[in-house]
Structures are given as C-alpha cells and as structure tokens.
C-alpha cells in the first residue's frame, strides 16, 4: 500500500523536523529577549550552538553613527555682487502758481522722456513739466491721432512757455496716401511723411511758442535702427524749418562703433542698464539720460542758468523770454612782455621783448659784425684760415725785411 509507506516515511523524519522548529522557536524568542537579560544569560550559562547561528543583538557590530550617516557637507555661500549705492531722492517741491510749463508730446517715447525732465526740474518750484502723449500715435494713422490738429489745442489749453516733441517709433507701416497704401519708406511713403512732419512743426510755429525736437535712439533690431537713422534727418528738417531746434540723442544709446547697447553709461558716466529687455523701451536711467540730452537747450529757451535755479517769478506763465542784453566789453590789461631766457646776442642783455634795441652807428665789436651783419673777420696774415693771394707777409717776416735793408750798403 502506498499510505503505510508515506506514513513511515514522515515518522522517519518527525525528529528533524521537531528539532528545526525548536531551533526556530529559540531563536525567535531570542530576537524579543531584552539585551540586558541575553548578557546575564550569557555570562550564566556560557556559549551555545545558537549564539554562533543566530548572534544576539546586543553581541553584533555596529558602525557608529557618525560613520553610518554621513554629515552632509556645508555648502560655501557664494559672495553677493555689491548692490550698487542707491541714489538719493531729488527732494520734490511745491511748483509755484505762476511756473512756466513746459508741455511733452510724442507717443510711448515721449511719456519716458517727461518722466526723465519731471526728474531733473523736481526741485525747481518755477518749472513744471506736463506730459500730453499718446503712446500708440505718430504721423502714419492720422485718422487715429491727428498731431498737427491735437498739438494746436493743446498749446491753447496749456499754454506752455516751451514744447518738446518725441515722436515717430511707431511709424514704421504702411500709410494710406490717396487710395493707395504705400510701404514704409518708399518714395511716395517718404513723400507724404514729409509732408505731414511738416505740417506738425509749422502748427507749433503758428502758435508762436519755442519747441524742441528730440530725435529717436537706436533700437535692438537693425532694420528699426536704419529706419529710425532716416526719420531723424525728416524731423531734423522739419524743425529747424519751423523755427525749432533738433535734439540728437543717438550717440547716449549706441557703442563707439554705433551699434545698439543695452547697458551704457549714464549721465554721470558710471555703468547703467538703459534699456528695457524688448530693445525698445528704456529703463529709469535711460529716461533720466533723455532728459539730460533736453536739459541744456531746454534751460536755454526758459532763461535758465542751471537745472536747479529757478526761474524769475515776475514772469507770468507762457510769457516770452527776453532776450540777455549784450556782453560787457572786455578789460583790456597790459601785460609786461616776458624776459628773454635765451641770449641769442651773446651780449648779456637784460631789456624785456619788444623793447627797441639802442641804435649803434657801426657795430664794432669783431661777434657783433658775425651776427648782425654776417661778416667774419679778416683772417690774421699768415694764418691757416688766411686765403689771401698773394699770400700776405706776417708781421715777423716783413721785421726781417726792413732789417736787411737797413744793413746792407
């Protein structure tokens, strides 16, 4: 029978397995004995067969703990750039009723720019900046923004003693001229933008008040900045035959070989970013570097010696600015002349230049005539520079003569 042989064959192995679960039990009550009874066993009772099978926990090795977790190591702090010095705020004041004003117009260009001269006049209670821009406008699409009509009652409501004008960085586009659209500089586009430009500076003229125009800078794309280049030579024209005055700002925004940059000095020539990251707007410094540009002519037209002065408060707002009198003559101041350091005469004189020399007769003296007259003195008879023909009888030799002939008969 299969059965009986099975059943022998379990009751055969019943002690080795009895044996392997006593082991197992051993050890796992070995596992949850607390350390300090193991080691009590241990000392009791000595080593067994288990203790090298299964080595309790108190008896293994264990790596010490700085060794198992490595630290982790401090990163070095990377220095800070310096932060450049702050500037210092340009305390603001009160304008006075009667502050002249100057009024900006022009597009995106022009609200920087006011910014930039609001800046420069903060402490000048007689001047006041007022910015009247449109940032999406220019001379192409008259029918959105019409300067020539919009600057005219502006200047009636304003009343400004000075106009700046920024304008043209969105003229880049097609403009309707008739019924057709023509491309952006091209010879009938160019044509009409001339013609409009025109009329833009005349409508100030009509108005008769001073005006500004401030060119355009550099932009990061070159085909901006050629188109930009032409634009300024239309506005450079267009002002100065309306009586106005062109401001070029092109070479504050462009490296020594003219190309754009991004960061460039500012008005104090230390290190700055200009520009925005577009290529296109500028930054706060670029603003004030604009400004800086306008200061000068501006100042010129408002009377004004400095950016700080303030202008004269008799003067009601919009008035004329008078015309500076006239120079005073210079003051004559009679210098005496220098002394001679050089003695080209070898004669130790000590009159100063432009004295008369005193009037000699015959110069006697052997240098003077070598000098004045160019005439060597006669060599000595008998001399190596003596070039005479027939040579000259030397003093001792005629001697001689005059002896023989007293002697003989």
């Given amino acids: 029978m299969v059965w009986p042989a099975r059943i022998g064959t379990l009751v055969r192995r019943m002690p080795v397995l009895i044996l392997a679960l006593a082991v197992l ?28 099978l299964f080595p309790r926990r108190s008896e293994r090795v264990e790596p010490p703990l700085d060794i198992q ?21 340009t305390p603001v004041v009160d304008k006075t009723p009667d502050a002249r004003t100057v009024l900006v117009v022009g597009d995106f260009m022009a609200s920087g720019l006011a910014e930039g001269l609001d800046t420069a006049f903060a402490d000048n209670p007689g001047v006041r900046i007022v910015v009247r821009s449109n940032g ?8 959105f923004y019409n300067w020539p009509e919009q600057v005219k009652s502006l200047i009636e409501s304003e009343k400004p003693s000075a106009v700046v004008v920024m ?11 008739g019924d057709v659209r023509e491309q952006p500089r091209s010879e009938n586009w160019t044509k009409e933008y001339e013609r409009r430009t025109d009329a833009f500076g005349k409508a100030i003229a009509t108005a008769k008040v001073p005006f ?39 070479d504050g925004f462009v490296d020594e070989n003219g190309a754009f940059i ?32 306008t200061e000068k002519p501006l100042m010129k037209i408002l009377g004004l010696a400095a950016p700080g002065s303030v202008a004269p408060a008799a003067a009601p707002a919009g008035a004329p600015v008078e015309a500076p009198g006239p120079a005073a003559a210079p003051i004559v101041i009679d210098r005496t002349a220098p002394m001679l350091l050089s003695d080209p005469a070898l004669d130790g004189g000590t009159e100063l230049l432009g004295a ?4 000699k007769a015959n110069p006697a003296l052997p240098g003077e005539q070598l000098i004045i007259e160019g005439k060597a003195p006669q060599a000595s008879p008998g001399r190596a520079d ?13 001697a001689t003569a005059d002896t023989t002939t007293a002697i003989s008969p």
């Fill in 69 to 89: 977790k490595a630290r982790p190591r401090l990163k070095a702090k990377k220095p800070h750039a310096p932060r450049p010095p702050a500037e210092p705020e």
């Fill in 167 to 177: 304008l043209g960085s969105n003229d880049r586009q097609q403009m309707k001229v």
């Fill in 386 to 398: 003596d070039f005479s023909s027939p040579p000259r009888a030397t003093p001792a030799t005629a």
């Fill in 136 to 143: 999406s406008s220019g001379f192409v699409r008259d029918d």
């Fill in 25 to 52: 039990a051993v050890a796992m009550a070995g596992a949850f004995h607390a350390p300090a009874m193991a080691q009590e066993q241990q000392q009791s009772r000595g080593w067994s067969l288990r203790d090298l």
């Fill in 356 to 359: 008369a020399p005193p009037v």
């Fill in 262 to 293: 991004t960061n460039g000095p500012d008005m104090n020539g230390q290190p700055v970013r200009l520009r925005a990251d577009d290529g296109i707007n500028v930054s706060k410094a670029g603003k004030r570097k604009l400004a800086f540009y």
């Fill in 212 to 250: 500004l125009w401030v060119g355009m800078p550099a932009f990061r794309v070159p085909k901006m900045t050629s188109d930009m280049l032409a634009f300024n030579d239309i506005y450079h024209n267009a002002a100065e035959s309306n009586g106005g005055e062109f401001v070029d700002v092109w």
